[in-house]
């Protein structure tokens, strides 16, 4: 494969395609009759789904970006068309080139008023999201962030259902308001570092004081945290949910909440590394992850719309993803990075079932279904299967991602990890209730006596994504090989210099948020000792001592050697980093 | 398939007292393991690929009966008169076959162990590597020990007799090939549960087997009742498995491993200091456990699970799933011995299960509700057995349990079944049931009656029964700690004891009870009902004869040297003990270093031998009193019994209330909390701001708004007034 993928110079030309294909598509269906666009905007999203596919055997996990390409666009101020791929972004473009071409086909019987208009939004909207994910000049990021924002804007509020404006508005201003917070913030760094270049590495390279951290870090994490959405900025995603049509529902879950979360781990952790560790800051975030879990899990449960239930569990999916890049460790990094891959193949599905029961039924409240199972056993089939991956059940990707986030959260804030675990008991409380009252039951309503079983079409639609809940959860291993180097080279960045942090550590703040969320305070105290014993000698404690006795072969002379204990020969790897 | 040996598991604690010396360097070298494992793979693999195969068959006929029902017609119009169709003709060979399969599978490995004198487990694999990042690597593979053997064989070869039942039990059901797909996916996550090589694998197949009792509960899911049961069966799993995850993250967290050779290995060293964290990584495993054995305060799904299918019953909420609870107690014994706290709450939380289920099932009505009960205060049995470290006794009972317990519940099927067919054809609206329906089946089953009685004989501990040895041995255990030299709560192992004997009386009364309604005594059966009922066909009935005699000699397995006089030397001497040591005697060796040897007497004195004629001849004795007294009883069907309950018998009708009271304390408070969250913070508050500042920057505009009025002699106004602004901040000091 890799043979075959060299002899079309393929690291030459993909990463271009990504971005430039949806637009060729874009253009091409905008100059075509309305009648051939689904058409041409299936051939091409498969086109560059199947091209796309080729970077699972080109990509060498590795720290860095591959396939890097860079040339000056706005030369006045520096700013690159550049763009590059590691291992992070490797999934999320994965993910949006395999969602693009599903959505269009899932569109077919939908959407049947302008359909020029919406193929060609949702091909831009690939287009953005591909930059979104391979932009390596900051500036360029943001072109692409708010690049996305209009395509979807437009789809909720045309195609979408009785309350569109309103949650279209709602949308654009909740995420608008965020992105320009962030705006502020990259002109700012972008000054201070004077190199007079947008790139990646200039940002990198920029010396910031903690103070100035700080408040880059809040303007930064108001746009990702709106776009996951964190716990309380979270209530647009309902609304946009519920109004937006199914295309919109997939695409938003699927891939556009991941930017905030990717805006997490490729800004927000390597670029404010003091900030990031400030036991404030990392108590603050984790509370909120941790809120968003167990909050939105409960408002899930009591939702009598099927499509709202889904959104809020998709906070609750991004709490996980929260709390696992913020537990700062190799496992909750990855773990979070896999919740992200699987949310959005588990609720991407999830919308798409939905869709077909509203094409069928038009409507989406949970007592209107009951007992479709009898008459639609494969649709029922696979809706369990989904809700399973989206609940974690072991076997399926959800567990995957889950397991890891909540273990490397342990690693580090076991008393958090405590709470943010009953998220496992939460999701079977708000899931089970949905599938009984759809698929069991009596089939008491004479409407869905004639409920139609999957269309070839739908079947089509959904085979891709039920094969990759099971395919992820039974085999992650490769998907985790290649996330590896890339998810460690940033907590190498969070950790270039965690000397800073402990000036920050004040007494008195654990207490002071003790009265704000219970818990936390403990959280806190862990924090600041860890991150005091990071710098000072090795405290006798026990718990050191005997860390280092059980690892004496490993370089446990940094006093770091308490949590995150090796296993040695994991892999054939070396033997990784320790972490405070 | 690669297989290799692994360094034993249990070594390390082979000098318990330089707990913090030992570690891997100081291991006595021990033989390498001689035995290669027949294809190990192969035996879980077999229930996979059968569940695939029916699984396609039930698609392909699902598909065909909703087009009926969309059509207009019921289920039930996928008529079998006209010759069964494929997809309920291939699943009879597929669903019992592959199970057949895998357990002779399982006897060759079996007999290769069993001649291979192995003292450390046999790690088979890794087949792929699951989980990996720079810190943690979960590999499939299997976990080949004696153990793990006896759970295979016991998995597999009751599973078999059970997939054969069903095959008649279910003959005429319209879900036949999804029955048997759910079936064989339950064996396949059963034996990932019991072989898996750590936490991680066993945790999957813990969620697997969950979500196999999820489906067969609810299989006739058009039932609203039945399928609330499976959803309230997984939610109540759910919070046992956040106890089992958190004991995973615990001791990755201290051991940095999560398979069992290196946890094991690791324990010692990693808690030696630190009490306090192994008891808490125990105590989680031990919600785990509660949640998926149905022990109190986590019980209550086991007896709505009776909504399944009977063989469902017999299988995964009698003899294999419930279960694991106690196995992966036994599998973690040398964890639970490092914690005698934990080990105390387990013999705790056993033995209150045991009274409490017993005493409940003393006033049921349904057939299949007693039993569930009675599962339940079996399964607080084994507990208790594995709270006192008396691990053998534990798997002991396990074993005999999934036998008399598994025919007890086919039996009952086999009841339920003839009465269903009775009912149907007369027409009869009567719960099947409901023993009040019943009595006087005797004459008309002699079989079923026959079966039955041999299995309730052993469950009340009649000598020579299996239950006798397996259950005198879990009291023998709980009175002998009482006496242990070391242990600090002796006095609370007294207390087990009395507990335990008193329940093991209880459970002779119920069964006997439920025997003589069923059975015995005056036909509630009306004359048409009665010429339909008879016993099963031999598809049904063969199962039930090789539990049978499983049931009588199955108490071999382990009989104690002083019993042995009981069955003429005619048995090995404590065969299971022996087996079972390499596993158990880590657990065992830091025990009697903390506690010292357990006493050779109860705690009022005697000898085992002496207690157990005593209590065979207690359990006679209230089997026949109560034979006697209830068979002369006059019992009214249930259409009939409108009595109403007071006092002590409506609390047993109502289950000592615990439904109520979970409605009370959890569901209805979290659905409360629920809305509230929904309807007021969501709703108002958050919304609140967001609109708050949505009329703010609305007002604003509004405001800025009315200087653009239009008139250029406003504007002007205003021009003139900011020109004076600025000359006034600029000339003015």
């Known amino acids: 494969m890799t043979s075959l993928l060299a002899s079309v110079a393929y690291e030459t030309w993909i990463l271009h395609f990504l971005v430039l294909g949806p637009v060729a598509g874009m253009i091409h269906v905008l100059a075509s009759p309305a009648e051939r666009a689904k058409r041409i905007a299936l051939g091409w999203s498969v086109a560059v789904f199947a091209a796309s596919t080729g970077l699972w055997w080109a990509f060498e996990p590795g720290a860095g970006f591959a396939f890097r390409f860079a040339t000056p666009w706005i030369s006045l101020w520096g700013v690159e068309y550049a763009l590059g791929l590691d291992g992070i972004s490797l999934f999320m ?5 395999l969602t693009t071409p599903v959505v269009v086909l899932a569109s077919f019987r939908y959407v049947a008023t302008r359909q020029k208009a919406f193929y060609a939004l949702v091909m831009l909207l690939a287009a953005g999201v591909s930059g979104v994910f391979l932009a390596t000049d900051v500036f360029l990021f943001y072109v692409f ?3 996305t924002l209009v395509p979807m804007y437009f789809i909720v509020g045309i195609w979408g259902g009785e309350r569109r404006i309103y949650a279209a508005v709602k949308f654009f201003l909740y995420t608008a308001l965020g992105s320009l917070l962030m705006l502020v913030a990259i002109l700012y760094v972008y000054f201070s570092a004077g190199t007079g270049s947008f790139s990646y590495e200039a940002f990198l390279a920029a010396d910031l004081t903690l103070t100035e951290q700080l408040w880059l870090f809040a303007a930064f994490a108001a746009a990702f945290a709106i776009k996951v959405p964190v716990f309380p900025l979270h209530t647009w995603l309902p609304d946009a949910h519920v109004e937006a049509p199914t295309p919109g529902s997939v695409v938003l879950a699927a891939v556009l909440l991941k930017i905030g979360a990717y805006g997490f781990l490729r800004f927000l952790l390597p670029l404010f590394p003091d900030a990031v560790q400030h036991p404030a800051v990392t108590a603050t975030m984790l509370a909120l992850g941790t809120a968003g879990i167990v909050y939105a899990a409960w408002v899930a449960a009591v939702q009598p719309d099927a499509k709202k239930l889904v959104a809020y569990t998709s906070v609750a999916h991004m709490g996980f993803v929260v709390v696992g890049v913020f537990a700062l460790t190799v496992n909750g990094l990855q773990g979070g990075l896999m919740v992200m891959l699987s949310h959005g193949v588990s609720t991407g599905a999830l919308f798409l079932l939905l869709g077909m029961m509203y094409e069928r039924r038009h409507t989406r409240r949970i007592e209107d279904f009951g007992g479709l199972a009898r008459v639609a056993p494969l649709f029922s089939t696979a809706f369990v299967i989904t809700a399973l991956a989206s609940i974690g059940l072991p076997g399926t990707s959800g567990f995957v991602g889950e397991f890891l986030a909540l273990l490397g959260l342990f690693e580090r804030h076991p008393v958090v990890a405590a709470v943010a675990a009953t998220g496992v008991i939460f999701a079977a409380y708000y899931m089970l209730p949905m599938v009984q009252k759809i698929l069991f039951n009596e089939l008491d309503k004479p409407e869905n006596r004639s409920f139609p079983d999957l269309s070839r ?32 080279a940033v907590l190498e960045q969070v950790d270039r210099d965690a000397g800073v942090l402990l000036e920050a550590v004040e007494p008195g703040v654990g207490a002071a948020l003790e009265q704000v969320e219970p818990g936390t305070g403990a959280v806190l105290e862990q924090v600041s000792q860890s991150a005091i014993g990071a710098v ?3 405290p006798a404690s026990d718990d050191i001592a005997r860390a280092a006795e059980r690892d004496a072969t490993a370089t446990g002379n940094t006093g770091q050697a308490s949590r995150g204990a090796a296993e040695p020969g994991a892999g054939g790897r070396e033997t990784p980093e320790r972490r405070p | 398939m690669p297989s290799s040996s692994s360094s034993g598991a249990t070594a390390p604690f082979a000098d318990p007292a ?41 698609l392909v006929s699902a598909t065909r009966s909703a087009a009926a029902v969309r059509a207009g017609g019921t289920e039930d119009s996928l008529s079998l008169d006209g010759g069964r169709p494929r997809t309920h003709r291939w699943p009879t060979y597929i669903g019992p076959g592959v199970m057949i399969a895998a357990f002779l599978l399982a006897i060759v490995n079996f ?13 088979a694999g890794p087949y792929w590597t699951w989980l990996a990042t720079s810190s943690l690597r979960i590999d499939v593979a299997l976990h080949l020990d004696q153990l793990s053997m006896i759970m295979m064989l016991v998995v597999t070869g009751v599973g078999s007799l059970i997939h054969v039942f069903s095959v008649g039990y279910m003959r005429d059901d319209p879900g036949y090939p999804r029955y048997f797909a759910y079936l064989n996916l339950f064996v396949f996550f059963m034996l990932v549960l019991v072989l898996g090589a750590g936490y991680p694998l066993m945790f999957v197949g813990w969620e697997g087997v969950g979500l196999c009792s999820y489906l067969l509960i609810g299989y006739w899911f058009a039932d609203r009742e039945k399928a609330d049961a499976g959803k309230k069966a997984f939610i109540v799993n759910r919070i046992g498995d956040f106890g089992f995850l958190l004991a995973m993250f615990l001791l990755f967290d201290n051991i940095g491993a999560l398979d069992f050779v290196s946890v094991f290995e690791g324990a010692e060293a990693a808690f030696s200091d630190n009490r306090a964290l192994v008891t808490t990584a125990t105590l989680l495993f031990m919600l785990g456990a509660a949640g998926k054995s149905a022990q109190v305060p986590l019980h209550v799904w086991l007896p709505d699970a ?23 107690i036994a599998r973690s014994s040398a964890l639970f011995a490092l914690a005698p706290a934990s080990q105390a709450v387990v013999a705790g939380i056993g033995a209150l299960t045991a ?25 607080g049995f084994m507990f208790l057995a594995a709270g006192v470290g008396a691990y053998t006794a534990a798997v002991f009972h396990l074993v005999t349990h999934a036998f008399f317990k598994a025919l007890l519940f086919l039996g009952a099927g086999a009841v339920i079944h003839s009465l269903h067919h009775a009912f149907h054809e007369t027409g009869s609206k009567a719960d099947a049931q409901d023993m009040r329906n019943m009595g006087g089946l005797r004459a008309k089953m002699p079989v079923t009656w026959a079966v039955m009685g041999i299995a309730t004989l052993a469950i009340a501990g009649v000598w020579p029964l299996a239950g006798f040895f397996s259950k005198d041995e879990i009291i023998w255990y709980a009175g002998a700690w009482a006496g242990a030299p070391g242990n600090a709560n002796g006095s609370w192992y007294v207390v087990f004891w009395v507990v335990a004997l008193a329940t093991a009386l209880l459970t002779a009364f119920y069964m006997t009870r439920l025997m003589v309604m069923t059975f015995h005594g005056r036909s509630r059966l009306g004359d048409a009902e009665q010429r339909h009922v008879h016993d099963s066909p031999w598809v049904m009935r063969a199962p039930l004869i090789v539990l049978a005699v499983l049931s009588v000699a199955g108490g071999l397995l382990n009989v104690p040297e002083s019993l042995r006089v009981l069955v003429f030397g005619a048995a090995p001497f404590e065969w299971l003990h022996h087996w079972l040591e390499p596993v158990t005697h880590a657990a065992a060796e830091i025990q009697v270093a903390g506690m010292g040897e357990a006493a050779h007497q109860s705690p009022v004195g005697g000898g085992e031998l002496t207690w157990a004629l005593i209590s065979t001849v207690a359990a006679l004795a209230v089997v026949g009193g109560a034979f006697a007294v209830l068979r002369k009883r006059l019992y009214r069907t249930a259409a009939e019994d409108a009595d109403p309950r007071t006092g002590l018998a409506l609390a047993l009708e109502r289950k000592w209330y615990f439904d109520e009271a979970y409605d009370r304390a959890v569901v209805r408070p979290v659905l409360a909390l629920s809305r509230w969250c929904w309807k007021i913070v969501d709703g108002i508050v958050i919304d609140g701001f967001v609109n708050l500042a949505a009329a703010l920057a609305r007002l604003a505009g509004w405001t800025t708004s009315l200087f653009h009025t239009g008139q250029v002699n406003t504007y002007a106004f205003v021009l003139a007034l900011g020109v004076l602004a600025v000359l006034g901040a600029v000339y003015l000091p």
């Open chain 1, 457 to 488: 079409r739908e079947a089509v639609v959904l085979a891709p994504l039920v094969a990759l809940m099971i395919w992820v959860g039974v085999h992650p291993a490769p998907f985790l090989e290649r996330m590896g180097p890339s998810v460690e």
């Open chain 1, 536 to 538: 000072s000698p090795p």
């Open chain 2, 18 to 58: 330089s707990s913090a010396l030992s570690e891997a360097a100081a291991l006595p070298v021990q033989q390498a393991a001689v035995w290669e494992p027949f294809l190990p793979w192969m035996v879980v693999l077999l229930p996979l690929l059968g569940f695939v195969a029916n699984g396609l068959l039930a």
């Open chain 2, 355 to 379: 009274l409490l289920a017993a005493t409940i099932a003393l006033r049921q009505y349904d057939i299949k509700k007693v039993l569930a009960y009675s599962t339940v205060s079996q399964l």
């Open chain 1, 145 to 147: 962030f708010e690049l």
């Open chain 2, 111 to 123: 007999a290769g162990m069993l001649g291979a004198d192995l003292h450390e487990p046999v790690v």
């Open chain 2, 306 to 328: 009776m909504a399944g299918p009977t063989p469902v019953s017999a299988l995964i909420h009698a003899a294999t799933m419930v279960t694991a609870g106690v196995y992966v």
């Open chain 1, 93 to 97: 473009v994965l993910l949006s080139t």
